[in-house]
């Protein structure tokens, strides 16, 4: 069983910058964001597959949201920068363990093995 624990959450102003961490316990073959606003579904920000480095980012957060990380640390970052009051939501870090051939896949929750607990952002206006 892997462990995914986040940290980095919290509560910033509209235009402010942000980064979220996320550790696996165990080896992965891609990781990704999710975030779930209340009363909204669960939806995809952004992903990465270790093989190649490949990310891929919902438009929603196309050029204001990036993911890096190292895959043999199985450790992902989310930079959120210009946030909006409409990015706040839990943020979820998610695991596939597996391998993963088309970068679409990793928009699709069900794709996920392991999830972490979440962690709050909130931006106010």
């Known amino acids: 069983q892997v462990q995914l624990i986040e940290s980095g959450g919290g509560l910033v102003q509209a235009g402010d910058s942000l980064r979220l961490s996320c550790t696996a316990s165990?080896?992965?073959?891609?990781m990704g964001w999710f975030r779930q606003a209340p009363g909204k579904e669960r939806e995809f920000v952004t992903a990465?597959?270790?093989?190649?480095?490949?990310?891929y980012s919902g438009d929603s957060v196309e050029g204001r949201f990036t993911i890096s990380g190292d895959g043999a640390k199985n450790t992902v970052y989310l930079q959120m920068n210009s946030l909006k009051p409409e990015d706040t939501a839990v943020y979820y870090c998610?695991?596939?363990?597996?391998?993963?051939?088309?970068?679409?896949?990793?928009?699709?929750?069900?794709?996920?093995?392991?999830w972490g607990p979440g962690t709050q952002v909130t931006v106010s206006s």
């Open positions: 998610a695991a596939v363990r597996g391998v993963v051939r088309a970068l679409v896949v990793l928009t699709n929750p069900n794709k996920y093995d392991y």
């Open positions: 165990g080896r992965t073959d891609a």
């Open positions: 990465v597959r270790w093989r190649d480095g490949t990310t």
